[in-house]
């Protein structure tokens, strides 16, 4: 809560179609492309306890897993290390909703 300020009732309705429309266009490209092979970080792995030293390094954090936050929209995902030295680098599988009838 501290990142961001409580907004009123009508900014809460624009922003909620915002989220509808990403949602949306996710699923549009993901009809395409069943699977996206991508990085958990998007930049270098901070050091351990780097989120909690203050607001700042939080946010940054927040940032570098910008595609770990697609829980809301693509649900499972499946992350493992890639190994690669002197980065601490794991990669993730995320799918497109779990559907029944995908085609083979």
């Not at 050091?47 to 390094?57: A, C, K, N, S, T």
Request: charged share 20%.
């Amino acid at each position: 809560m501290a990142l961001s300020s409580p907004v009123e009732l009508a900014e809460y309705i624009g922003l909620t179609s915002v989220r509808q429309g990403l949602l949306r266009e996710w699923a549009q490209f993901l009809s395409h492309h069943s699977l996206i092979l991508g990085p958990v970080f998007t930049e270098s792995a901070p050091p351990v306890d780097f989120d909690i030293r203050g607001l700042h390094e939080l946010k940054q954090v927040g940032d570098a897993l910008r595609l770990c936050n697609h829980r809301e929209t693509m649900r499972p995902a499946v992350a493992a290390p890639a190994g690669l030295q002197p980065l601490n680098v794991a990669t993730q599988i995320l799918p497109d909703w779990l559907k029944e009838n995908r085609r083979q």
